[in-house]
Structures are given as structure tokens and as C-alpha cells.
């Protein structure tokens, strides 16, 4: 029996990297589901219970167009900041306000995960970690905000590029300030039959 196929329903660069660096093989189809319009229409404003649900949007959405016989992994990042939930800034105004707000305290990143498998049996959970900012100077926001990086992102920051010299530590899983948690995929494939080790790639000779 051939090893599963892993489908990411998810246009980050960040997970496709993270995934790759895991030495897991995966193809990414992307979801056209309007993050807005879920939340909106569940009326959900809790960012844990956000981050699974959006999760679940997206791999469900990729799910009902693929006709494979693998497994689909939905991810969604929400970050938590004084009880809000934060998204995406999508504009450096938006970007600027955040990051002055946040700078000098913390947050929780939370990322939902979503995976389901051929048969249709299905699994979800989230991974969450409290992320402690510098206290970043006026300068060093604006030059954050001019990379562009902080515009498309959950709480207008990164931890693998730019921001990575902004954030000074992080209580729990550091996979899933990067938007998947290797971790909790495995214990996911777990729940559907599946070992992670399935899913490695054979070493580079």
C-alpha cells in the first residue's frame, strides 16, 4: 500500500517551508474561502475557538474539490492581544497601530488545525503560545511596517523573517507562531490511522 498523500489547503510560504523542513511531502491546493464571512456567519469572536474554525473552512473547502485519495490539512493563525482577536492588518496604518499597541507586552498566537482523510473521518485541534515582544523603538516599527511583511499575517507580525528580532521569547510550541504545529499534525495523523513517519520524504542522498 502506497503512502498517503498530504494536501495543505494553504498559500503560506511559511507552512510549505515548515513542512519541507520537517522532511514531510506534501502539494498545496489553496482555498478560496472568505475568512470574514465564516467568522461573521458562525458569530464567533473567541480567537481559540476562530483559529479551528477558519481552519476547518479552509481544508473542508479543499476537501470537497479534491479527488485524491490522501489526507487535506487546513491551517489558520489568530493572535489574541488584551481579550481581541487579530487577524490580518492587510495596511501599514493598520500594521503601525497594532504593533505600537503590542510592543513591550504580550500575546497568544493560536493556530487551528484541521486535517481529513479519504474516508471523510476527520480531526481537529489547536496549538497555542504566548509570544513576548520587545519594546520596539518609533524607528524600528515604521522599518517593520515598510517591509510589507507584518501587512498579511495574524497580529501583524512573523517570527521567521523580520520580526524574529522583535519577538524575545515564546511560552509553548514555536511551530505555531510559524502558522503549523509539526507536533500536533502528528498526534492529528494519529486520530485518523496515519504515522507521520508515512509521510517523510527519503532523505536526500
Known amino acids: 500500500m502506497s503512502d498517503p498523500e498530504l494536501i495543505l489547503a494553504s498559500a503560506s510560504p511559511a507552512r510549505t517551508k515548515l513542512l519541507a ?10 482555498s478560496d474561502v472568505d475568512e ?17 474554525l477558519l481552519a476547518r473552512a479552509k481544508c473542508e473547502a479543499v476537501a470537497a474539490n479534491y479527488s485524491g485519495s490522501g489526507l487535506v490539512l487546513g491551517c489558520d493563525s489568530v493572535f489574541e492581544f ?21 510592543r513591550g507586552k504580550s500575546g ?20 497555542s503560545a504566548t509570544v513576548h515582544f520587545a519594546d520596539m523603538t518609533n524607528q524600528e ?19 521567521d523573517s523580520y520580526g524574529a528580532a522583535f519577538i524575545t521569547s515564546v511560552d509553548g510550541d ?8 509539526v507536533s500536533t499534525l502528528r498526534s492529528l495523523l494519529a486520530r485518523v490511522g496515519v ?5 517523510w520524504q527519503a532523505p536526500a542522498s
Open 141 to 159: 516599527v515604521d522599518a517593520y511596517v515598510a517591509t510589507s511583511e507584518p501587512l498579511n499575517v495574524a497580529g501583524s507580525f512573523t517570527i
Open 82 to 102: 488584551d481579550g481581541a482577536a487579530y487577524g490580518k492588518p492587510y495596511t501599514e496604518a493598520a500594521a503601525r497601530e497594532r504593533i505600537l499597541q503590542m
Open 108 to 127: 497568544v498566537l493560536h493556530t487551528g488545525h484541521w486535517l481529513i482523510d479519504s474516508r471523510q473521518s476527520a480531526a481537529g485541534a489547536v496549538a
Open 21 to 30: 523542513d520537517a522532511g514531510i511531502a506534501h502539494r498545496v491546493m489553496v
Open 195 to 199: 504515522s507521520i513517519t508515512d509521510l
Open 174 to 181: 514555536a511551530h505555531a507562531i510559524v502558522g503549523l504545529s
Open 36 to 52: 470574514d464571512a465564516v467568522t461573521a456567519a458562525a458569530a464567533v469572536t473567541d480567537p481559540h475557538e476562530m483559529a479551528l
